[in-house]
């Protein structure tokens, strides 16, 4: 396993969250850019009765070749190793972005609360900044410490200028022990499921694009009252837990669209489940 960085499975245990460490290049995060940037101009109707930001924000790599490949980049699933153990599964491949001027923001809130693993320390996302993601742009702020705790209470608000699906927040940070992960094009960070975290506005000139891959182990067990599904992309993945899928055929695959109908059926039974209004598995209109 490769050290991305001195320290920094320590800084994660410790912390819940590691930021700053270099994954691709100038040039291979600029080409990553282009061909996301290609998928909008080419494809934003998307398919199968999805529009892109769909396919975007949650689960993109059932149906996108391209967010299947990198959610098995080498260099994260190193990183990621370090954390997890060498058996490694792909749960979800989403991207963040958040246009110049955007007023959309993230709430406080715990990655795992409504995705039914449970309070599991099995599960860790990689944020792997696209764009420079500065304070100024809206970068992600984290309370260390804090996924040493159990999973709080949050409470929705489905406040529709919120990236997340209920607008669910935790009540009550005290947001002067934020420290915030600005990252340069290209730079990751990793953070805990529980590990508090939040994101303000973009005030920055460019757009501000974050692919989060949500990484599990075999481990993991599912308690939710949807089906679930994981993408095998190191080790061994023994028989019984998950239920495993492959990676897409090819863009829209039609077979890979209708596996993406039954994911998100089951992931949206598990997310809603509670709540008092229905809840969309994304924010329309935020990716173009
Ligand atoms: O992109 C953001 O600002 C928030 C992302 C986030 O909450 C996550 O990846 O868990």
């Known amino acids: 396993m490769l050290d991305l960085a001195p320290g920094y499975l320590s ?19 600029a080409s990553i850019r282009e061909q996301i940037e290609v998928l909008e ?14 396919f975007f924000r949650v689960n993109g790599h059932v149906v996108i070749p391209l967010l299947a490949e990198l959610a098995r980049t080498p260099l994260v699933l190193d990183a990621v190793e370090g954390i997890l153990g060498p058996d490694i599964l792909a749960w979800s491949v ?17 990655d795992i609360t409504y995705w039914g693993m449970g309070e599991t320390d099995d599960e860790v ?17 984290f309370i260390p410490g804090s996924h040493k705790g159990s999973i709080a209470r949050h409470e929705d608000t489905f406040d529709a200028e919120n990236l997340l699906s209920r607008g669910q927040a935790i009540a009550g940070v005290d947001e002067t022990k934020a420290v ?3 990252l340069r094009p290209g730079e990751m960070s990793l953070h805990h499921g529980r590990c508090f975290h939040a994101s303000g506005v ?3 000139s460019d ?43 090819a863009l829209f695959h039609p077979t890979d669209l209708a596996l993406y109908d039954r994911i998100l059926a089951g992931q949206a039974a598990t ?13 329309k209109g935020e990716a173009k």
């Open 180 to 182: 915030a992960g600005p």
């Open 125 to 141: 996302t990689a944020w792997i900044a696209l764009s420079d993601v500065s304070v100024e742009a809206g970068c992600m702020r």
């Open 202 to 204: 973009n005030n920055g």
């Open 41 to 54: 101009a080419d494809h934003a109707e998307g398919a199968g009765g999805h529009d892109l930001a769909q």
């Open 207 to 249: 757009r501000r694009i974050g692919l989060a891959i949500r990484y599990v182990t075999p481990a993991v067990r599912d308690h939710a009252p949807g089906r679930d599904w994981a993408m095998p992309v190191r080790g061994e993945v023994p028989a019984g837990g998950w239920d495993c899928i492959s990676g897409p055929r």
């Open 94 to 110: 989403e991207l963040f972005i958040k246009e110049p001027g955007s007023t959309k923001t993230v709430s406080w809130h715990q």
């Open 271 to 283: 997310l809603s489940e509670g709540a008092e209004q229905s809840v969309g598995m994304y924010v």
């Open 11 to 29: 800084d994660y245990r410790q912390n819940g969250f590691v930021a700053g460490l270099p994954v691709f290049s100038k040039d291979e995060t």
